[in-house]
């Protein structure tokens, strides 16, 4: 028989109440992080090795939602407002060229679905004469590492590129606009996909009035009027 004094007795009950909060307190976290514990399954992240052209190459895309806002405009439009090329443009309705690195527009290859555009005679495309709307993806690439398209891709390449939907067997797109001064635009895009045969055509309309007034001023100088 052992014999505790009431302080002894006291400080046995204290140490024996810690003792027993301490295992259910821990039982309680142990089963908490059992709870939020996530098991995640193990992932593979494959990636490509790039080409010896693809070093160190520069690349803008231009966004879907910016080539759906220039549906109705050709693609001098679209680069002059969206990029830092320098276009040359021959008044209104005239030839306009892409010129990039300080080169000429002759050294700016155009390619539309792994197809050079320039034209055989004078190596330039005119790109007031391709709408916005044949397209669905346009990047920029400036510098020699654009020489990856072949000769006449100096100072850099427009690439373009038409995109086909898989999930559906055919698609329809209609495209319409109107203007000022008679200005009229539609457009119009239908597409089919059947396993390893797929097509995509489009047809686009743009005219113009121009039925704005010109106000005639009259001066006179030495008996003449202009």
């Known amino acids: 028989l052992f014999y505790l004094s009431p302080e002894s007795q ?3 009950g204290l140490r024996s109440l810690i003792a027993i909060c301490s ?3 821990s039982n309680v976290l142990f089963a908490q992080s059992l709870k939020d ?3 995640l399954p193990v992932f593979e992240t494959v990636a490509k090795k790039p080409g010896f052209t693809e070093v160190g190459k520069k690349q803008q895309q231009i966004d879907s939602v910016v080539l759906a806002a220039f549906q109705g405009k050709h693609l001098g439009d679209l680069i002059g407002a969206e990029s830092a090329v320098s276009l040359k443009t021959y ?3 005239g030839i306009v060229g892409a010129a990039m690195r300080g080169t000429s527009s002759d050294h ?3 390619i539309w679905n792994g197809v050079n555009m320039q034209s055989p005679t004078h190596g330039q495309f005119d790109l007031s004469l391709l709408p916005v709307f044949f397209t669905d993806k346009v990047s920029i690439e400036p510098g020699a590492g654009s020489g990856a398209y072949g000769s006449g891709a100096v100072g850099g390449a427009i690439v373009l590129g038409n995109t086909i939907d898989k999930k559906n067997a055919a698609c329809s797109k209609l495209f319409l606009s109107a203007g000022s001064f008679g200005n009229r ?3 119009a895009a ?3 996909n059947a396993g390893k045969l797929s097509s995509n055509t489009r047809v686009f309309y743009h005219t113009a009035a121009n039925d704005y007034e010109i106000k005639k001023f009259y001066y006179q100088s030495t008996n003449k009027y202009y």
């Open 23 to 25: 295992l259910l307190l």
């Open 91 to 93: 008044g209104v309705n």
């Open 185 to 187: 635009q539609i457009g």
């Open 108 to 110: 700016t290859a155009v």
């Open 10 to 12: 006291y400080r046995f």
């Open 190 to 192: 239908v597409s089919f």
């Open 37 to 39: 514990t996530v098991h």
